[in-house]
C-alpha cells in the first residue's frame, strides 16, 4: 500500500473522537486487539492491510463518523487504498449509513 500511514491515522482518530469512541472500541469493532490496531496504525511490527483499512472505514461509517462516500473514498486514498477495494455493490447507501451499502 502506498499512502500517507500519519494523514490516516490523524484522520481516524478524528473521525473517532468526534463519534465519541475509543481506539479500543475501534479495535473491537475492526475484530483486531487493540494492542494490533495500534501496532498497524504506527507501522510497529504490523502492517495495515487494504482490508484493514477498508473494516476501518466501514466501523467509522457505522458509527457515523464518515458521513459520505466522498469521504470514505479519501480515509482509502491516504491509506493508498482504491476505492475499488470496497465490498462489491458498495457504495450504494447514502451518507450516515455503512458507506458500502
Known amino acids: 500500500m502506498d499512502g500517507d500511514l500519519a494523514a ?12 465519541g ?5 475501534l479495535a473491537r469493532g475492526v475484530g483486531v486487539h487493540p494492542d494490533v ?15 484493514d483499512v477498508t473494516a476501518i472505514v466501514t466501523v467509522l461509517a457505522g458509527w457515523g463518523a464518515v458521513g459520505s462516500q466522498a469521504e470514505a473514498r479519501g ?3 491516504l491509506a493508498g487504498v482504491p476505492a475499488q477495494a470496497a465490498p462489491p455493490g458498495g457504495w450504494a447507501g447514502g451518507p450516515g449509513t455503512a458507506c458500502w451499502r
Open 37 to 51: 490496531l495500534s501496532h498497524k496504525l504506527h507501522a510497529r511490527g504490523a502492517v495495515l492491510t487494504s482490508a
Open 21 to 25: 469512541r475509543t481506539q479500543q472500541q
Open 75 to 77: 480515509l482509502l486514498a
Open 8 to 19: 490516516f491515522r490523524e484522520a481516524v482518530r478524528a473521525a473517532r473522537r468526534a463519534a
